[in-house]
């Protein structure tokens, strides 16, 4: 409850373009480190992808850029099973390229659960995570569903 009254506040005050740095972050929410990056996993707040992107950028990082199988498996253990979480990746760019918010760039790393990217609809362009069977796997979206998310650090930002 604490931390979603933190995060409303970051939310609300519209705090200008000042990343947070490490110690602010240490003082101000939860994260984990895990090699260079930091990650914030909101497990109280849901919100559609784009909300969730600004309020990542409002705490001075990025809704998350998963670079390897590594970097998921080191991640996993730190999300709630039964929740799901939005990434950076999605194809609203280019139908059926992923590509990351985060780098901008296509995405280096995506592992699909099964039958996944479906595009159901043809309205699913953000990339979510969740536990579809016993790992966190990608899944498409449509973005303006409510969901979780991740939000990554530098380790050397701020
Ligand atoms: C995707 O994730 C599953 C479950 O963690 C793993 O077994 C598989 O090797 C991964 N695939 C790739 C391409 O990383």
Redesign the pocket.
């Known amino acids: 409850m604490l931390k979603y009254l933190i995060l409303l506040l970051f939310w609300m005050s519209d705090i200008e373009a000042s990343p947070l740095g490490r110690q602010e972050l240490a003082n101000n929410i939860r994260y984990i480190q895990i090699g260079s990056k930091f990650y914030y996993n909101e497990d109280a707040l849901r919100i559609n992808w784009f909300g969730a992107s600004n309020i990542c950028r409002q705490l001075g990082g990025f809704l998350v850029n998963l670079e390897s199988?590594e970097e998921?498996?080191l991640l996993s253990p730190h999300l709630h099973p039964s929740l799901s979480y939005w990434t950076s990746f999605n194809d609203l760019a280019v139908p059926g390229i992923f590509a990351s918010s985060t780098s901008g760039r296509n995405a280096r790393y995506l592992?699909w659960s099964a039958g996944q990217p479906d595009n159901t609809g043809g309205v699913e362009h953000c990339v979510e995570l969740w536990r579809s069977s016993t790992?966190f796997?990608m899944n498409d979206v449509q973005c303006e569903t409510i969901l979780h998310f991740i939000c990554e650090f530098e380790a050397d930002s701020g």
Do not use: A, F, G
Request: proline share 0%; glycine share 0%.
């Open positions: 199988e998921l498996k592992n790992s796997q």
